[in-house]
């Protein structure tokens, strides 16, 4: 059982990863994903920084629980997807912003993959 969480935990690792390196490397291919079309000047590099690093924390601190085996790397992962999904229903509810179900589940289904990795694999707190 451990085996397949250890596998669900991976593949959002390495795809936050991948994204991070996209929105760095190659951001007019990912940025539709999210509905963006990308600015200029200081909005483009605000969207490319924000989002690679957004991408590139969530992936590093999800392999770095995995390999280091630490509960307490699981925690930024879970309250960054987590305060995601919450912003995007306010956002929803306070400014007329459209309610992206496609990005808001995958998002509460990995902070809750995450939440049960942090009980279940961790040796060390």
Do not use: K
């Amino acid at each position: 059982m451990n085996a397949i969480l250890r596998l669900l935990v991976l593949l959002p690792g390495v795809l936050f990863l991948v994204m991070g390196l996209r929105w760095l490397l190659a951001p007019r291919g990912i940025a539709p994903e999210f509905g963006l079309t990308l600015q200029s000047g200081v909005g483009l590099s605000s969207q490319i920084g924000d989002m690679a690093a957004f991408f590139l924390l969530l992936g590093i601190c999800i392999l770095t629980a995995l390999v280091t085996q630490r509960r307490f790397w699981y925690y930024p992962p879970m309250i960054l997807l987590s305060l995601t999904a919450l912003s995007r229903v306010l956002a929803w509810l306070i400014h007329d912003a459209a309610l992206p179900m496609n990005l808001i589940t995958p998002e509460i289904v990995v902070a809750l993959i995450l939440l049960v990795a942090s009980r279940r694999l961790p040796d060390r707190a």
